[in-house]
């Protein structure tokens, strides 16, 4: 199975780019999750999804946004990338609510210069 | 609101000694469940154990052992006869049943000295 996959692993952004980062997992999973990473300060939830149809903010929403057409994929949009955005991003998801184990992909490393 | 603090940042023992990570939550649901997730050099998540709030009872697997006392909101980790492979970054997650968020903390990066 391939679980959770991100795409792309490497991106570098310009001030004022935009751009989609791809999560897709084949699990069959409700809910689904975005992460950023930044160094020394754990993982901020972005946005989640409880079902397709379905998203809702997390701590740090703030510019990005997302969709949940399908059950499969969860895309993280950035519309204007700025420096703060700079970070790791981890896509996961878990069958069913919060007491499940969470599956994680691999990870997106984004700079923006 | 939900808080996972992990006071410790940065530890370092020598290979084969003990050590134990710390994980104080704040919660006002009765009913939550607390995570450990390991984050190797590699870069990938990866899913250590789960405890839901009724289940106060510690679990060791191998070298790993958790302690989870509601007493004083904590959810400890010990590494027993610590290997440079356990060095990584571990995270204590929390979630509380009357919501679909799963809050980290900070994490904590493990040095294992050879």
């Known amino acids: 199975n391939a679980g959770v996959t991100q795409t792309p692993k490497f991106r570098i952004l310009k001030i004022g780019q935009s751009m989609t980062l791809q999560c897709t997992q084949d699990?069959?999973?409700?809910?689904m999750y975005w992460y950023r990473q930044d160094p020394g300060m754990g993982l901020k939830l972005i946005y989640y999804?409880?079902?397709?149809?379905?998203?809702d903010k997390g701590e740090v929403p703030n510019g990005y946004n997302v969709s949940r057409s399908t059950t499969e994929d969860f895309p993280l949009r950035l519309e204007l990338a700025a420096p703060s955005q700079t970070s790791v991003y981890f896509c996961?998801?878990?069958?069913?609510?919060?007491?499940?184990?969470?599956?994680f992909g691999s990870g997106t490393q984004l700079s923006v210069l | 609101a939900q808080k996972v603090t992990q006071a410790q940042t940065e530890i370092s023992v020598v290979e084969k000694e003990d050590v134990t990570l710390d994980c104080v939550y704040e919660?006002?649901?009765?009913?939550?469940?607390l995570f450990w997730y390991k984050q190797p050099p590699s870069g990938e998540l990866v899913f250590l154990i789960r405890?839901?709030?009724?289940?106060?009872q510690n679990e060791i697997s191998g070298r790993y052992s958790w302690n989870f006392q509601k007493s004083t909101s904590s959810f400890n980790f010990t590494i027993t006869a610590s290997q440079v492979v356990d060095s990584a970054v571990y995270f204590c997650?929390?979630?509380?049943?009357?919501?679909?968020?799963?809050?980290f903390g900070k994490g904590t990066r493990l040095h294992i000295l050879p």
């Open positions: 996961a998801s878990s069958y069913g609510r919060t007491n499940e184990k969470l599956f």
């Open positions: 699990m069959n999973h409700n809910y």
């Open positions: 999804s409880v079902g397709a149809g379905i998203t």
């Open positions: 919660t006002r649901d009765t009913t939550y469940y």
């Open positions: 405890r839901n709030s009724f289940d106060e």
């Open positions: 997650a929390l979630s509380e049943a009357g919501d679909d968020k799963i809050i």
